[in-house]
């Protein structure tokens, strides 16, 4: 009997109704969350049931797929040395969060961290708006500042494109012109600029990070310890994403430890510096 009811749940059909109904069990109130999915439209506030972290949903977007990535799949819990790492500084440490999105990542990372600052990162317009208004709900009057731009290796402008027109969490830098109207044109500012005093890189940015990581100034002087998720797009040729963004990790000086594989070229990796 269990296994005629997980091949109906992994039905085409069905598979999507079982995320839905999965991730309203996280939330406070759950009929709402559920019917917001399935619907694909509304916007409300809801309340983590594992922490009490209060977090805003608009449905019909990405952000039920990120609220889960966060707080339901954990993808973000960092290795045991990287734990014990930012545990060694004996306070709450300074965050860069590069790719914000919607700011579940931050507000994560405060519940981890208590009274974590955090320096937001983020490109596209819609996700500020909602990214300033995450951590204004949630994170501790004076312990964030977003910055609306996208994260590079310089300060100035870059194109922009989303890969469906309308998507919200996986568009990119553009390496090429020819986007037509998927393209559009946002500030850019240097990752190294913004990372002074930080005690935790992360990087989530949709292919983006390799440009960073080939840097000359990538070391492990930038951040004690990093959070970088990796992309195909983007990564240099000759070897996987995998292999090729530890590598980088270790060539900086990092001590790295894989923590998450989510598909072909996809995963998340820490970085401790190697002198501790």
């Given amino acids: 009997m269990l296994s005629v009811l997980r091949r109906i749940g992994a039905h085409p059909r069905v598979e999507p109704y079982v995320a839905h109904a999965l991730r309203s069990r996280a939330v406070r109130p759950s ?5 917001g999915e399935v619907r694909g439209r509304g916007e409300r506030e809801y309340t983590v ?3 009490g972290a209060r977090i805003l949903i608009e449905h019909g977007t ?3 797929a990120t609220f889960d990535q966060a707080f339901i799949s954990r993808v973000y819990e960092p290795s045991s040395e990287a734990a014990a790492a930012l545990e060694a500084l004996v306070r709450p440490p300074v965050i860069l969060d590069l790719g914000a999105n919607i700011g579940l990542f931050s507000v994560w990372a405060q519940n981890r961290w208590p009274g974590a600052r955090i320096k937001a990162v983020e490109p596209l317009e819609r996700n500020v708006r909602q990214l300033r208004r995450q951590l204004e709900l949630t994170l501790q009057p004076g312990t964030w500042e977003v910055v609306a731009a996208a994260a590079t290796t310089a300060d100035g402008e870059v194109t922009f494109v989303l890969d469906d027109g309308d998507t919200f969490a996986e568009g990119r830098i553009a390496e090429d012109a020819g986007h037509g109207g998927n393209a559009l044109t946002v500030p850019a500012r240097d990752v ?12 989530d940015i949709e292919g983006a990070e390799w440009p960073i990581l080939a840097d000359e100034r990538f070391s492990a002087d930038v951040a004690p310890v990093v959070m970088l998720e990796h992309h195909p797009a983007g990564a240099p040729g000759g070897t996987t994403p995998e292999e090729a963004a530890e590598r980088a990790l270790r060539e900086a000086g990092y001590e790295v430890q894989r923590t998450v594989t989510e598909g072909p070229g996809a995963g998340i990796v820490w970085g401790v510096r190697a002198d501790g």
């Fill in 31 to 35: 009929l709402p969350f559920f019917l």
């Fill in 62 to 64: 990405s952000d039920a």
């Fill in 192 to 203: 190294f600029k913004l990372a002074e005093g930080v005690d935790l890189l992360k990087i």
């Fill in 49 to 51: 049931r594992a922490n």
